[in-house]
């Protein structure tokens, strides 16, 4: 029997055992029971994003710490500048990444890869392309001190948040009972915070595993079931369509020089595993039409172009137009409800705050 007829005979077992009453996911939202082969399918691969924020083991996100993130987040004072801001590269009204190739960091200096998007970001493996912090926390303070971007010099942080008056009452009350609460760890605390409630669910596709087989139209679902019998969901699966494994680009055959400079090798400068050269953290596909260019070199501006690099180069295959063009459909069914957030008023500086460097 070959694949296909397997992959038949599989989904009317799926379909059979649909058959069954409503279940619920982690969070307690209801799943439908269903008899629609290809949602159970999907089911078997991939989950819906949960409503709600996400969570951060270890961080009660109250809504103290909440407003102080996004406070800090938004707070271009947080650089040596007093011009770049978290939100800068991670832009709300740009699916949280900045529409570029490459960010524009401290006097103008490009950065060496392209800004991934914030949403979604808390159901990641880890963070950055090549996975070098263990979560938003940890994440939250690299930008910050990085010569390229914000560059502001570690020891600044806290005199600089301390000269401004205003975040010693928004620090206490997001940190009561710490005796010292403007202090770095809990800067990046804060942020990640914030960070974990930019989460976008209720995307046709998420209704679509919910159990609404009219969330996707014809050419979404050829794309889906294209999507998972080429391959592609071994390792975009999950919650967040990615994010969960690191992959080496390039497995069947080499990318274009542009898309993979030599000088960047990845992962492997992280854990000089040979095994990790040019591998990078699996992106998320969620809002991906929202966030062009792609690739860590951002040299990718559209979608068709990017789902044929990924065919060819990771599974060896070039696609016919029509299957590129379904697989495109598929994918901007998975744009969810943008976060609602606001743009803080942020506390004003003293006669005696730090000043920004020219």
Known sequence: MNKFALGVVSMAILALAGCQSSNQNEKGE???????????A???QFKPLPDGPGEIAGINATP???????????DPRLSASHTIACAACHSMGLGGADARSTSLGHRWQHGGRNAPT???????TAQFWDGRAKDLTEQAGGPISNPIEMAMPADQVIPTLKSIPGYADAFAKAFPGDKDPIRIANVQTAIAAYEATLVTPNAPFDRFLKGDAQALGQAERRGLKSFMDNGCAACHSGVNM???????????????????PPGDVGRFAVTKDEADRYSYKVPTLRNIALTAPYFHTGKVWNLDEAVTVMAKTQLGKTLPQQEVSDIVAFLKSLTGDQPKTSVPVLPPVAGTSVRPVD
Request: proline share 6%; charged share 10%; hydrophobic share 50%.
């Open 64 to 74: 103290e710490l909440v407003a102080l993130g996004n406070m800090l987040y938004s």
């Open 118 to 124: 914030v949403l979604n970001a808390v159901y990641n």
């Open 242 to 260: 990615g994010g969960g494994m690191y992959a080496k680009f390039g497995v069947a055959s080499p990318p274009p020089a542009d898309l993979l």
């Open 30 to 40: 209801a799943i439908a029971s269903t008899n629609d082969a290809l949602i159970l």
């Open 42 to 44: 999907a089911r078997e």
